[in-house]
């Protein structure tokens, strides 16, 4: 599976997290069915899974005047996704992070999404520079 799709994926296993809370592994299991477990899904989800408190504080002090409790849970999963890859994955540049939330949030967001995600991910990374 191609790191975009696997992006995608988590993203849809991490939505579902936020709306019921189960356990990140068989929410994996329940979305890949028969499919390839992939590597970089399972890292992605239980990454941010094990770690969303962290990174939801990392986000909440990018936020102006809102907490992570008013953000919309398409962004909240993508803004997520995008600080774990940010925070804990060297490998990966800023840059394919940020516009691949982006792609995320204007994809399953509405016409604000992308420019929100955008604005936060990039105070994200002012401030560790």
Do not use: C
Not at 23 to 34: C, G, K, P, T
Not at 45 to 65: A, C, F, P, R
Not at 73 to 92: C, S
Request: hydrophobic share 40%; no cysteine.
């Amino acid at each position: 599976m191609k790191r975009h799709a696997a992006r995608e994926k988590a993203f849809q296993i991490l939505f579902q997290l936020d709306m019921n809370d189960s356990d990140s592994y068989v929410a994996i299991q329940d979305l890949l069915n028969e499919e390839e477990n992939d590597r970089f899904l399972h890292q992605l989800v239980e990454g941010v899974y094990e770690n969303k408190s962290v990174i939801d504080e990392t986000i909440t002090n990018h936020l102006e005047n809102w907490s992570i409790k008013r953000v919309a849970t398409v962004e909240r999963a993508v803004l997520r996704i995008a600080t774990y890859e940010l925070k804990y994955l060297d490998d990966i540049p800023e840059n394919v992070s940020i516009n691949e939330a982006v792609e995320l949030a204007k994809k399953y967001g509405d016409d604000k999404s992308g420019k929100f995600v955008n604005g936060v991910l990039s105070k994200i990374i002012d401030s560790e520079s």
